[in-house]
């Protein structure tokens, strides 16, 4: 065996890519071990960016086939999906090309194959090899779960990972979920010209989000002909290559539904298979996932985790953050601060989109965290009602005394961009009278965040 590397990867994805380039440029010395047959982790591959792509083009789509609300004659606007689908191949195939050459740059020793830990400092690969390290980063990500629903684990169904790579328009979906992916993916099904039923157990989908705000997406859904089931029990699921049943209970009523295909978007659980982590002393959470301390740490501080491995959510940006803090903390970078929970910034790219910052009222109700509120619907704004993007509300969340903000939650056309006018100021700790001395500019989306701002500031008073 050579000399130990000074940092191995397991998990060339958002966390474990990050890592090694910070160590690299750290001048360490990095391997990064990576079975996928292709490389560029999920987000690349088969999460964010071909999930967005496709929800962009049915965006386009949606608007053209509602060309008459603007006066405008499109006859017929529909999805070519072999089009589509060669799109989506291309900007991907960019995409993970671009992140190929940053592994192959030979800043890092790559390893294409799995790594599985034989004791805290070595891991054995598939083909034999061994290495041995002085610090480790698990960021083998996370896998699609198959809960014990009824029937489900003896059905066909699709994932994720199936959705995104159709070519052709599916006649029919039974969608399991009413979560980010479900959603997401739901509309897109639809819009692709799909029959959709959506079956959610809990009272509304996008349940870690506001009843509110649920309610704003969930009435969009069905006025585009999704048949939307909230607060249900599956009791069977049944079918094979003909098609699916699936029975359920809502309201106390037994409810059948056929399609052809069936959507698993139950969810997602760390992927931690053949890892070997109890020969490394690593351990894991109640719900699965590596445990880790605010710098990443496992439980044996030279071994790292980060991403949809450890959570505690399954969102790039964290992945990212978490991967480059592992890594500067591994190597002893001074000043260095842990990640800062409180930010939590969420985007859900249905239309409308959703997207929340910071604290919302639901925890700081659960806290006994006093706090102020004010909304502003978008059916009342200048700029959308010219857009016809009626759908939903702004809100702002500020602390009592000062105004300082705590957080926001936007339902409504850009959201997902909208919600990063408070990204800086909620960095900044910056308050709602610091938001109101900025400049915002006429006719636009935006401006309509100073009508909440407004409502605050005359709350606090002078
Ligand atoms: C459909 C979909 C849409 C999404 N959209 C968004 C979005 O819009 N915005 C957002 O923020 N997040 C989104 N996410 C979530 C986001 O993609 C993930 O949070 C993020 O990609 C996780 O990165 P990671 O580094 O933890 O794991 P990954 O990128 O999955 O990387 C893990 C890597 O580990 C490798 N690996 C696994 N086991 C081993 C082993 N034993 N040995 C060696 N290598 C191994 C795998 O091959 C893989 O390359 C989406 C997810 C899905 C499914």
């Known amino acids: 065996m050579k000399k130990p590397y000074d940092l191995i990867v397991i998990g060339g994805g958002s966390a474990g890519f990050n890592a090694a380039r910070v160590a690299a440029g750290l001048g360490k010395r990095v391997a990064i071990v990576d079975g996928a047959r292709e ?168 349940r870690d989000h506001s009843d509110e705000a649920s309610a704003v997406v969930q009435q969009a859904f069905r006025d585009e002909g999704i048949d939307l089931h909230t607060d249900t029990k599956i009791l069977g699921i049944a079918g094979g290559k003909a098609g699916v049943t699936v029975t359920f209970l809502s309201g106390g009523k037994r409810i059948v539904r056929r399609a052809k295909h069936l959507f698993n978007a139950l969810g997602r659980e760390p992927n931690l298979d053949g890892l070997g982590l109890e020969n490394a002393g690593v351990k894991v959470t109640d719900d699965g996932r590596v445990a880790v301390n605010r710098w990443q740490q496992t439980s044996r501080p030279h071994i790292y985790a980060g991403g949809d491995v450890c959570g505690p959510h399954d969102i790039v940006h964290l992945a990212v953050a978490q991967g480059e803090l592992a890594a500067r903390h591994a190597f002893g970078v001074k000043g260095i601060k842990p990640i800062d929970y409180s930010l939590l910034l969420n985007v859900v790219f249905t239309d409308p989109p959703l997207a929340t910052i910071g604290l919302q009222e639901r925890e700081l109700d659960e806290a006994g965290t006093p706090y102020l509120v004010a909304s502003y619907p978008f059916n009342d704004h200048g700029k959308s009602i ?77």
């Not at 684990?153 to 029919?172: N, Y």
């Not at 308050?431 to 606090?460: C, G, N, Q, S």
């Open 386 to 462: 010219l857009m016809d993007a009626n759908y939903g509300y702004v809100k702002v969340i500020a602390e009592p005394k000062r105004g300082r903000i705590l957080g926001a939650e936007i339902v409504g056309r850009e959201a997902g961009e909208l919600i990063h006018c408070f990204s800086g100021p909620l960095a900044m700790k910056a308050t709602v009278f610091d938001l109101l001395r900025a400049p915002w500019y006429h006719p636009t989306l935006a401006e309509i965040l100073t009508y909440p701002l407004e409502e605050l500031a005359e709350k606090i008073g002078p």
């Open 39 to 206: 490389l560029g982790g999920l987000c690349i591959l088969r999460g964010c960016m071909p999930s967005k792509t496709l929800l962009y083009c049915t965006e386009v789509l949606h608007l053209a086939q509602k060309g008459s609300v603007f006066g405008l004659k499109i006859p017929s606007a529909r999805a070519d999906m072999k089009a589509v689908h060669r799109r989506k191949k291309r900007i991907i195939g960019e995409f993970a090309d671009y992140r190929l050459k940053a592994l192959e740059s030979g800043r890092y020793d790559l390893f294409r194959t799995h790594a599985r830990f034989l004791d805290e400092r070595t891991v054995e690969l598939s083909d034999g090899r061994r290495l041995r390290g002085k610090h480790f980063l698990i960021a083998t990500g996370s896998k699609v779960s198959v809960p014990p629903v009824p029937g489900l684990a003896e059905t066909p169904f699709w994932t994720s990972d199936d959705v995104l790579d159709l070519d052709f328009t599916p006649p029919s979906v039974i969608v399991l979920g009413g979560g980010i992916v479900a959603c997401e993916l739901a509309q897109f099904l639809r819009r692709i010209g799909s029959r959709v039923t959506l079956i959610q157990r809990s009272p509304n989908i996008l």
